[in-house]
């Protein structure tokens, strides 16, 4: 399948004229035609006409100077504002919200000639690690139909191990793009909070929320990277930090200390995932790379200190849909939503603010301190993403706090800003996909992706499809 | 012990202007209460000489210069596309004021 190649090989096939941008997006809607209506990944998806009218026009306009994403399928969490494109963020309170203006990501995208077939299915709101709080069915996994694919970003998950795209666009608040890319066997990244403009990214917690790529590989996400990272004038916390060549970045060797946090390898992770990353560890140990056994006592607190204080932003940032200007009234909120706006709500109230946001603020800053120590003696931390597999559909949507652990592994990097990569490093016994987060200081994505790209240099289990 | 009753559920969702039926309030109320328990977990750690961290970008007044950038701005037309219910170019809402 055309799709099966990395985006370097896509480009070097469209080059070479082996292929044509038409015959990609004919691949990916052969894919979404078949595999949609069983795995209900994209909640939208683009006139198929019009999107091979725009693969033609790639095909005539290709030179040496295009960019490295020109002419190739991608797909959009519905989080992402997409202009005369509907946009709902899987709540039936935007079912008929058509966008009137493009996210900056979109745009960047879009300006590099990049091509969009449809909007994926999520979490609503992001609320979710399992793409089953949705208003427009649960998205399936492709490894297991009767499991979840993760969440909240599961759809764009899906849609790359289908090969109904080339790569997407996610959005990690709390695991959000790590989460489905370990339980759909697929590489996404987590960038440095202010690496990527917010603008236009339909926001959970504005001080958590990043944007971020998802793909096949590490060095996909790191092409993708390049293309929409930036200084962005319409975001205010967009970073002026300079954006690196990641994708020539990741290639360079380099003999870095990698640190094992303990706590994350123990008791309430299943074995075979430590058992995953400590075999990935010692592969990377025997390539010249220093392992460091480490103790995070702060990790613990990762799911006590995120549910206080994204609720409460998200109480904030749903406080907009009223009806009036646009959607459908608040009564539409699905449950898990309608919670995660009370917790907040409880959270700030007058009697309990301080106990709890005002408190969980501190301990951010106990998390921000970890981290700094952790980084002291260690380039890079290697830890699980998931405490379990793939559970099956049903079971965390009904137990709220079961739902919340969920989480445990993810949740303590975005209160800290910094970033993290997801890959594949194995199966479990019953053939789940299991990941591996790189974690790195802000605004060290070149570091996090040189190591997720070595893992994937000397391992194969990203190139595994699902039967399908 | 639940520190949450549905009378606090009730009042919650109502600061929220979240409208709950009777029903809701029964049900979320154990489920807000098993995980606003848990967050108490956080109560264990140290925090008396710690300061609050409300953002990690290290930014500070980010400005942009006081002028009209045309190209961004809606005409009436678009916004008022998505609206449920609009009169005359302008949104309907919600009475705010009682009718005499």
Redesign the interface.
């Given at each position: 399948m055309l799709l099966d190649l990395s985006i370097h090989e896509l480009n070097k096939g469209l080059d070479e004229k082996k292929f044509s941008s038409v015959e990609l997006i004919e691949e990916a809607f052969s894919r979404i035609e078949q595999l949609n209506p069983v795995l209900n990944a994209l909640i939208t998806v683009r006139e198929k006409e019009q999107v091979l009218q725009e693969a033609r026009r790639a095909d005539a306009t290709r030179t040496e100077k295009t960019s490295v994403l020109h002419g190739l399928p991608f797909v959009l969490k519905d989080s992402y504002v997409t202009q005369g494109i509907q946009t709902t963020a899987a709540s039936t309170i935007l079912k008929?919200?058509?966008a009137?203006?493009n996210a900056t990501v979109y745009q960047k995208l879009l300006n590099a000639g990049a091509i969009l077939i449809g909007k994926a299915n999520m979490d609503a709101w992001g609320h979710g690690a399992s793409s089953e709080n949705t208003d427009f069915g649960p998205v399936k996994n492709p490894w297991d139909t009767t499991r979840v694919p993760g969440g909240s970003t599961g759809g764009c998950a899906v849609a790359i191990a289908v090969r109904m795209c080339a790569f997407a666009i996610g959005e990690d608040t709390g695991g959000s793009i790590r989460n489905p890319s370990a339980w759909c066997n697929t590489s996404g990244l987590k960038v440095t909070?202010?690496r990527v403009s917010r603008y236009g990214c339909i926001a959970y917690a504005s001080?958590f929320d990043t944007v971020g790529p998802m793909g096949k590989t590490a060095e996909d996400c790191a092409m993708v990277l390049e293309v929409i990272a930036g200084k962005d004038?319409y975001d205010?916390?967009s970073?002026p930090h300079a954006v690196l060549a990641y994708g020539s970045a990741i290639q360079k060797p380099r003999p870095l200390v990698v640190g094992l946090p303990h706590e994350a390898l123990g008791e309430g992770v299943d074995a075979e995932i430590v058992k995953g990353v400590k075999t990935t560890a010692a592969l990377l140990e025997r390539e010249g790379y220093t392992i460091k056994e480490i103790s995070m006592p702060m990790l613990s607190?990762g799911?006590?200190?995120y549910?206080?204080i994204a609720p409460s932003e998200t109480?904030s940032n749903l406080?907009r849909y009223?009806?009036?200007?646009?959607?459908?009234?608040?009564?539409q909120?699905t449950?898990e939503t309608?919670?995660r706006?009370?917790?907040g709500?409880?959270?700030l109230?007058t009697g309990y603010a301080d106990?709890?946001y005002?408190?969980?603020?501190?301990?951010?800053?106990?998390f921000?301190e970890a981290y700094k120590k952790a980084f002291e003696s260690c380039d890079v931390l290697l830890m699980p993403v998931m405490p379990f597999h793939a559970p099956k559909l049903g079971e965390l949507i009904a137990d709220?706090?079961k739902n919340?652990?969920t989480d445990a592994l993810t949740t303590t990097q975005n209160?800290?800003?910094i970033p993290s990569l997801a890959v594949p490093i194995g199966f479990s016994s019953s053939g789940l996909p299991m990941g591996a987060q790189v974690v790195g200081p802000?605004f060290f994505e070149e570091k996090i992706l040189s190591v997720g790209y070595r893992i994937q240099q000397l391992t194969e289990f990203h190139k595994k499809k699902p039967a399908l | 012990m639940s520190a949450i009753s549905t009378k606090t559920t009730a009042h919650i969702a109502s600061l929220a202007n979240l409208p709950l039926s009777e029903k809701e309030i029964q049900t979320l109320t154990p489920q807000l209460d098993s995980v606003v328990s848990y967050t108490t977990k956080t109560s264990q750690l140290n925090t008396d000489a710690v300061e609050e961290t409300a953002q990690v970008t290290g930014l500070e007044n980010i400005f942009r210069e006081d002028e009209v950038d045309t190209s961004r701005m809606f005409s009436q037309e678009e916004a008022l596309a998505n609206a449920r219910q609009t009169h005359k170019g302008f949104f309907v809402v919600p009475a705010v004021l009682e009718e005499r």
């Open positions: 008929d919200f058509i009137p203006y909070y202010g001080s004038p205010a916390t970073s607190y799911v006590a200190v549910y206080q109480s406080a009223d009806g009036v200007r646009y959607g459908q009234g608040r009564d909120f449950d309608k919670r706006i009370m917790i709500t409880y959270a109230s106990k709890f005002h408190n969980a603020l501190k301990a951010r800053t106990l921000i709220p706090l919340a652990l209160p800290v800003g802000m | -």
